[in-house]
């Protein structure tokens, strides 16, 4: 029996309109495309930061606390005798009616009672520093309304985690200014600060606080504030403790009528020597400025028509037309605006993700070009010549970096043995896309070697990326693994023992011993891309070596890294074998039979079919497959993080969906397009709408686990937005199952789908033309293209050549058995 739903995908408006506030958890979206950035729950909870989210948090939010999900954005509405917030939260007053539309970029809560509506469209501007709360209140009643509002945002003092910890100091510093119905948040601006956020209405105010103790009362929490029962601001201007920022508004409203008002939170920052207008006093010009672009209606409306043009254009790089209704939402929306979500947040703020603790990964944010590649080229490219910069000169490279300072975190370091390669992966991808031969001689230094960036281009790091997993392989020939490899949690040579300390970089590695087969793989599959590459700069000997070595993996992989029926996922440091019959727990794992096959190792001798067999028959799950079989049941020093989770969460047998989207691309590759497709729609969170009482994440966004058969509740999604799964699922469907996807040398389509599905077309912008593809399949194939017509001609092979900027290519491809 279907579950009971909790909102519907509206595509048309490219939204997900939520249609009741009591969802499993919150469902939550975000807000900004660039350096102004915040979350936002389907009840208003969430938060705001400029760029960093930790060390430039604008709003307060408290993670773990109960009730879920405070503060937000709150608008509070006094009308007769009730108080109500459209987002239903936080005073939780039963409500005539309630959707939140999730769109992308921006928000929608609406909410209504006794014939009064009120909808909020939160969103961030295109190249402006502020959110907006843009507000349309109907008296849809009888009679005329009198009818007070208040804003709520609560401040953060910046430093996230010295915000929620070093309350000797932070509640002795928050100060504040208030001028006409702006309300300014200054707190360390008198001394080392040069930013401040305003908080302005659109309308004349009737009161003003900016103490939450004020606002709220003694004994009360956030449903049922001082403020709002008296029905009247206090004033209050806060000195230290907890400055926040709520407006008054009274409206009288005939009936039918409507009316528009809005608040804008902008965060500006001030030259040192135009800080101050007299002492102690901030200068708002810049701020004044904003807001003169922000002040009407008419002007709202035209940025709000921006942003949605700009979600517009980006996704039209990629759009199909499918009788699939999954296809359809991820693909043309959700997924594609994940990706870019991703890109913008790396894995620093979610409900998951607190903001206060990661950089940014070198292989998550290499991986995460994969899915935004095609749509902001540019930004791909710089994040990619940062990355490189935080290799050091030995090929080693710094597991985070910090984006405020693109330097590599100490406190993680280096000896991540696959990150190195996933910076030819991206940059592969990269070239492909767009055909900028230029990235590769772009200067990037190391960063242990000061000044090498004036002779070092990218190209130097590729190859040393290559020379560094080769110089450290262990007794069978495999890549030593180090701290890890993709698998943060097979920490083999770290055998940690105290609570507390890190799995991952405890212990001394140097002597460390484990190997992983899974890098070996990625190896293969890197010198492939890097071969390619190196083909069309014409540097034949180096193409050789790298085939050579290449070869070499393979051998040394059909050696020791075939179990008979799968692959082996890594030796131990004494030499045992991981992910083999064998084994007492953990006989096979997922990864390597995924990347087996995106290597192309035994293709032709039915190895590599064996092994994605072999997965579906031990790790399948009604939920996708699960990382390992069977999950270890205790701790092992040996084995590390792995073992320290209960059986059937995170990396110890959940369904790790990041790496499941790998063994849909293995099945891509070997031709069973009905095994690819099922395999997606087992992770694919568009499918999970009637089980979501015990999916819990939301149904529009990829979620990083859903616990595994092992665990007592199977079938639970955390972890949901910021995840690798982002860019490697949308790779899958849209690359390797529609299978439409760039080569050096044009673009590729070549389909792997279910045999029922007959026909479809893709819209794919490549390197400035349109190519319109129209793929049939009327014998009911599962790969294979029969024939192909290039703007009428018929054309060899499956690779569309690549034609003029700006001109319109119409491809027609029909499937089918070619003998
Ligand atoms: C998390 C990490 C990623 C890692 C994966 C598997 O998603 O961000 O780097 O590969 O877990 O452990
Ligand atoms: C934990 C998680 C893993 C993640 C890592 C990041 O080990 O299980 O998924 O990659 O933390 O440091």
Not at 448 to 463: C, E, I, Y
Not at 764 to 780: C, E, H, L, M, Q
Request: proline letters at 4%.
């Amino acid at each position: 029996m279907p579950g009971k739903r909790y909102g519907y995908f509206d595509n048309k408006a490219k939204e997900y309109c939520i249609t009741r506030p009591d969802t499993p958890i919150p469902w939550i979206n975000y807000l900004g495309c660039q350096d102004y950035l915040g979350l936002i729950s389907n009840t208003a909870g969430g938060y705001s930061f400029y760029r960093d989210a930790c060390l430039r948090r604008l709003l307060r939010y408290h993670y773990n606390a109960i009730p879920k999900d405070n503060p937000g954005r709150y608008i509070y509405v006094c009308d007769g005798k009730k108080t109500w917030n459209p987002s239903f939260k936080p005073v939780k007053t039963k409500l005539d009616d309630y959707k939140c539309r999730h769109g992308l970029g921006y928000s929608v809560i609406e909410g209504a009672l006794d014939g009064l509506r009120v909808s909020t469209t939160y969103f961030v501007p295109i190249d402006i520093n502020a959110e907006i709360w843009s507000l349309t209140i109907k008296n849809e009643g009888r009679k005329s309304k009198d009818v007070d509002l208040f804003s709520y945002a609560e401040f953060c003092l910046y430093n996230a985690v010295d915000d929620s910890t070093n309350f000797q100091r932070n509640w002795n510093i928050a100060e504040m200014e208030i001028e006409g119905s702006a309300i300014f948040h200054k707190t360390e601006y008198r001394e080392r600060r040069n930013h401040y956020v305003g908080f302005w209405c659109s309308e004349k105010i009737a009161g003003f606080d900016t103490m939450r103790d004020v606002f709220l009362g003694k004994l009360n929490d956030y449903g049922s504030p001082d403020v709002i029962k008296n029905r009247k601001a206090a004033n209050s201007v806060a000195h230290s403790w907890q400055p926040v920022g709520s407006h008054q508004v009274k409206l009288s409203l005939k009936p039918g009528q409507t009316k528009r008002l809005h608040f804008v939170l902008g965060y500006i920052e001030n030259p040192q020597d135009e800080k101050f207008v007299s002492p102690g006093v901030i200068n708002k010009k810049r701020f004044y400025d904003m807001i003169a672009g922000l002040k009407t209606s008419a002007q709202i409306d035209k940025e709000f028509k921006k942003l949605k043009k700009f979600w517009a254009d980006a996704l039209s790089n990629y759009q199909v037309t499918i009788d699939n209704e999954h296809v359809d939402r991820m693909v043309n929306i959700w997924n594609q605006y994940q990706c870019m979500v991703t890109f913008n947040l790396s894995r620093s703020a979610s409900s998951f993700e607190t903001g206060m603790s990661r950089g940014l990964g070198f292989r998550d944010s290499n991986q995460d070009i994969l899915g935004f590649v095609h749509i902001v080229p540019q930004r791909a490219k710089q994040r990619i010549i940062d990355l490189a910069s935080t290799q050091n000169h030995d090929g080693s490279c710094y597991h985070q970096y910090q984006p405020l300072t693109k330097k590599g975190n100490d406190a993680v370091g280096t000896g991540f043995s696959d990150d190195p390669l996933w910076l030819i992966v991206s940059t592969s991808a990269y070239i492909k896309e767009t055909g900028d031969w230029t990235i590769l001689d772009a200067p990037a230094g190391y960063q242990d070697v000061p000044g090498s960036d004036k002779n070092t281009t990218l190209m130097d790091h590729l190859h040393l990326s290559m020379k560094h997993v080769l110089e450290l392989r262990g007794s069978h020939g495999l890549p030593l693994i180090q701290h890890a490899d993709w698998n943060d949690c097979l920490n083999l040579n770290c055998f940690s023992k105290n609570p507390g300390e890190s799995f991952q970089i405890s212990g001394d590695i140097e002597g460390g011993k484990a190997e992983s087969v899974m890098v070996a793989q990625l190896f293969i599959y890197s010198a492939k891309e890097l071969n390619a590459i190196l083909e069309h700069l014409g540097q034949k000997d180096k193409v050789k070596e790298y085939t050579r070595q290449a070869d070499e993996m393979r051998s040394a992989i059909l050696k020791n890294g075939w179990d008979g029926k799968w692959f082996i996922r890594a030796y131990d440091h004494f030499e045992k074998p991981i992910g083999s019959k064998v084994c007492d727990e953990g006989k096979i794992f997922i990864e390597t039979q995924g990347w087996g096959v995106m290597a192309e190792i035994g293709i032709e001798d039915g190895k590599a079919i064996a092994a994605l067999d072999s997965a579906w028959q031990y790790l399948g799950d009604t939920n996708g497959m699960v990382l390992n079989q069977p999950a270890y049941t205790y701790y092992r020093d040996h084995l590390g993080e792995i073992t320290s989770y209960p059986p059937g969460y995170k990396e110890n047998a959940s369904i790790f969906c990041h790496n499941n989207t790998w063994v849909v691309i293995g099945e891509t590759i070997v031709g069973r397009g009905d095994k690819a497709w099922d395999l997606y729609t087992r992770i694919c969170p568009s499918t999970k709408e009637d089980k979501a009482d015990t999916y819990k994440c939301e149904p529009y966004c990829f979620a990083q686990t859903i616990s595994g058969h092992d665990s007592p509740l199977p079938g639970e999604a955390k972890n949901s937005w910021l995840t690798g799964t982002a860019s490697w699922s949308f790779t899958a469907l849209a690359q390797y199952i529609l299978g439409i996807r760039p080569e050096h040398d044009g673009l590729r389509v070549d389909p792997c789908i279910p045999p029922d599905w007959k026909k479809f077309t893709i819209t794919r912008k490549f390197r400035g033309a349109t190519y319109n593809i129209k793929v049939s399949n009327p014998d009911g194939v599962m790969k294979g293209v029969k024939k192909m017509l290039v703007n009428g001609k018929q054309t060899p092979g499956n690779i569309v050549p690549i034609f003029k900027e700006g001109s319109t290519v119409k491809v027609e491809v029909l499937l089918g058995n070619s003998k």
